[in-house]
């Protein structure tokens, strides 16, 4: 183990997209993404399945904002 402060905050909350009527919409929050500590990438845990539309599963990420 590393002197590394350990968090819990994700870097990333994960929202889908959603196509209705009016068009694509950021719909509701799904899960979250954490970076990995050593290499590029990402562990995504989804709380939720989005449904893909035409096979295609469409991910949002934003940044946590700081509390």
Known sequence: MTNETQT???DFYI???V?????DRIGPR?????K?????????????????INGRIQLVAFVPLEE
Do not use: R, S, T, W
Not at 36 to 52: S, Y
């Open 8 to 10: 819990n905050k994700p």
């Open 15 to 17: 929202y889908a997209k």
């Open 19 to 23: 196509a209705d009527d009016q068009g």
């Open 30 to 34: 799904i899960g979250v993404a954490f």
């Open 36 to 52: 990995h500590k050593e290499k590029e990438g990402l562990n995504i845990i989804l709380d939720a399945q989005p449904i893909p």
